[in-house]
């Protein structure tokens, strides 16, 4: 019924479709305004004619394109909320056996969700319709989630959950009934909806039919927003049972690793289901099958839900997904966030003077006694942040665009970092979740909305993290505050990507060496207390040379297919920045053609070099340098190299083979950055425009190609290739 629908409005469905990938965003319920800037830029640099290049085909295309298809969905509006009054209908009816609601929301989710959405939206333009005797359509997908949620653990298949898995259902379902669906409305709902932590939601944007089944556990794939805690204590507070896998790992974190309390709760004598250390998910001595919630304090946009798989079942591994709010339009983030971050005018502007908010974007000060660990920011975002940042459906489009490239390319096909994103998830704007947000009302109401509706992005990997390569020591570092336990994180995220043999032999000939050296240093200087410790010591730090070169391998063969592919990351803060790269690059988006022009965060200021290019060379110059990012982030920088200090055994030291790469790296990429500007960039303009990605491209290669081989053997004297030169992709 519901196909034949669809095929007999192909054509509807059709304009549909191309308006959800309008990278300039898209709303069902809220038109785009035709672009605009807010910044004028009338100056005679490439920036500045870019982007005056850019608007007029952006008003081009909304005045000959955009308003016709959107006139055209306005048309059918109608007959598409028809049927989804009945869809609505079908699908609660108490008398349907749950088996044929199930099939029928996996279809719906098949065809990327169409009569879900079409569902929602007759809710939407009908806020009091009286559906009395049927089910509540929320609770219904909601108990379908949990179905699933419940399937993957084995003790609450047994009908023995544990504390974890009750307050886990507790928490996301608001109620912990699963025998039934409660009717349209029933008053106690008004309660649940203030503990539950899914609400309903429209399907913007979705990778289809799911390639793992375990997708369905994230609420994303039943049409459902997540969202996150509402405030520091709002993390859904439990007891374990002494002795249980989590107790266990309470006892880890608190007497083992001696972390204070406030690092991994935030609650002393209590733990929660929306932990901020994530768990050793290999161990089961501290982490049983199952679903867990986190985010760390630092993360600000990103949630992360991770499944672990049966260990018995061969060939699973555990999945990572991150739910994360993009497209903030900086006058509507929440006066915390605004306080810190004054130097955007626009924010200092709004909230100046503000104290308190609602806003849902941020943490208010007024109800939240813990914004120390809170997190400065939640997973909700705007998919129509004109004038902001960030538009939802970009990154999504970028990330899938990546994705695929990635798992394509002859040197990353095996495995790499890329997330493959699976929903774009509009919330409702059903009166309910307007009263639980009020500034939400004020900013969304109106003949000109400031924004569209909030929106999150869910994307999936095996390799996905909440650390990223940052550390510089304070409150929003991506760490979890104890460095065994961030190095077993990073060693799970990089355990396929195989370094070399070559690279891992030379490492143990250089740890090998330092040990020598250490021991004939103590002997002579009569230090025994240097060999007090030293295999432990050294095997750490082989343990983090290691993890270096494979960081700084992947970061290389990603960038690697963003130019293979003629593309760069960003114009201003790109993704191979420290801050937003941990197994793969973060933050997509701008993700865009590798010729288009810089820009710093202050509109109209041109930022380091002409292009985006220069920003990725520039973020992975300072990412892999010795005392860089990444080094910084492992520990693995001394008071001094050259001075007795490396005699503790600590730290990467001069004579290593992992100095002298990233000295050489940072040669290589500094040459080819000085070239982009003086040569490339200038030869590149006098071609025409669809060309100059291309040249530009190609005139980088080549360059790479020669300063690399000049600088390895001026770096080794000529005595041979070093090991290491087996991780630059181009040569």
């Known amino acids: 019924m519901y196909l034949g629908w669809a095929e007999d409005h192909r054509e509807w469905v059709d304009t549909l479709t191309t308006l959800q990938k309008q990278p300039e965003g898209f709303s069902f319920t809220v038109a785009n305004p035709r672009p605009g800037l807010s910044y004028t830029y009338d100056k005679d640099t490439y920036l500045h004619r870019t982007r005056k290049a850019e608007l007029a085909a952006a008003q081009k295309h909304y005045d000959n394109t955009y308003k016709a298809l959107r006139d055209k969905y306005e048309a059918g509006l109608a007959d598409y909320l028809a049927i989804g009054e009945e869809f609505l209908k079908d699908v609660t009816d108490p008398v349907k056996p749950a088996k044929y609601k199930r099939a029928l929301m996996i279809d719906a989710q098949r065809h990327g969700h169409l009569m ?29 989630w949990v179905g699933d949620l419940r399937e993957a653990h084995p003790e609450w298949i047994a009908g023995k959950p544990t504390k974890r898995q009750q307050q886990l259902l507790l928490y996301c379902l608001g109620r912990d009934d699963l025998g039934t669906v409660p009717l349209w409305n029933d008053p106690p709902l008004a309660d649940v909806r203030k503990k539950s932590h899914v609400t309903l939601g429209k399907v913007i944007l979705s990778a289809g039919a799911p390639t793992l089944p375990v997708q369905r556990l994230h609420p994303s794939y039943w049409g459902l927003f997540l969202v996150s805690p509402l405030h520091g204590k709002d993390r859904g507070f439990y007891e374990p049972e002494p002795g249980d896998v989590d107790d266990r790992w309470i006892q880890r974190l608190s007497k083992d690793l001696r972390m204070e309390s406030r690092r991994f709760r935030h609650e002393d004598s209590k733990f929660q289901v929306y932990e901020v250390v994530p768990r050793p998910v290999e161990d089961p001595t501290f982490c049983s099958t199952g679903v867990y919630l986190h985010r760390s304090n630092a993360h600000g946009r990103d949630d992360f839900l991770t499944v672990v798989p049966d260990k018995a079942v061969e060939g699973q591994t555990p999945l990572v997904f991150c739910t994360k709010g993009v497209g903030a339009d900086p006058d509507h983030i929440g006066s915390p966030t605004a306080r810190v971050l004054t130097h955007v005018g626009r924010m200092r502007a709004r909230f100046g003077e503000t104290t308190t908010t609602d806003f849902p974007f941020a943490y208010p000060g007024s109800q939240d006694t813990g914004t120390d660990t809170a997190g400065s920011w939640r997973n909700i975002g705007f998919c129509n942040a004109y004038g902001g940042d960030e538009i939802a459906i970009a990154d999504f489009l970028n990330f899938a665009v990546m994705y695929e490239k990635a798992a394509a390319h002859a040197l990353t096909a095996k495995t790499h970092g890329f997330v493959r994103p699976i929903a774009l998830v509009e919330i409702s704007n059903l009166p309910r979740n307007l009263d639980r947000m009020p500034d939400l009302r004020k900013a969304t109401s109106g003949s000109s909305p400031a924004i569209g509706y909030p929106a999150q992005i869910v994307t999936c990997s095996p390799v996905e993290t909440s650390l990223r390569i940052y550390k510089q020591g304070h409150d929003q570092d991506y760490v979890y505050y104890n460095l065994d336990l961030e190095l077993a994180e990073w060693e799970r995220c990089y355990t396929n990507l195989v370094l070399p043999p070559g690279v891992v032999e030379s490492v143990e000939e250089d740890i090998k060496a330092l040990d020598a050296d250490i021991r004939a240093y103590a002997k002579l200087q009569g230090l025994v207390e240097l060999e007090e410790g030293l295999p432990d010591r050294l095997r750490s730090l082989q ?42 690059p973060r933050d997509s988006n701008e993700w865009g053609p590798l010729d288009r022009p810089s820009e710093d965060q202050t509109p109209g200021k041109g930022g380091e070099g002409q292009l985006c290019l220069h920003i990725d060379l520039s973020n992975l110059g300072n990412l892999c340098a010795l005392k860089g990012e990444l080094q910084t982030m492992l520990e693995l920088i001394g008071p001094d190299m050259d001075a007795e200090t490396r005699y503790e055994g600590k730290w990467i030291w001069k004579d290593c083979r992992l100095y002298s790469f990233s000295v050489a790296l940072a040669q290589i990429l500094g040459r080819a950055k000085s070239r982009l500007d003086s040569d490339i960039w200038p030869a590149a303009q006098k071609v025409a425009e669809e060309e100059r990605a291309e040249q530009i491209a190609q005139a980088l290669i080549e360059g790479l190609k020669a300063d690399t081989e000049t600088v390895l053997q001026d770096g080794t004297k000529g005595k041979g290739v070093p090991p290491y030169a087996a991780l630059l992709p181009w040569r």
């Not at 569902?119 to 609770?139: C, F, I, N, R, S």
């Open 543 to 584: 343990r983090r040379m290691l993890l270096a070169y494979k960081i700084m391998w992947q970061a290389l063969l990603s960038w690697w297919v963003f130019l293979d592919n003629r593309w760069a990351s960003d114009t201003y803060t790109g993704s191979f920045s420290g801050r937003n790269f941990n197994s793969g």
């Open 116 to 144: 879900h959405n079409a569902a929602v939206l007759w809710l939407e333009a009908h806020p009091t319709a009286k559906l009395d005797g049927y089910q509540d359509y929320e609770e219904l997908l909601k108990t379908l």
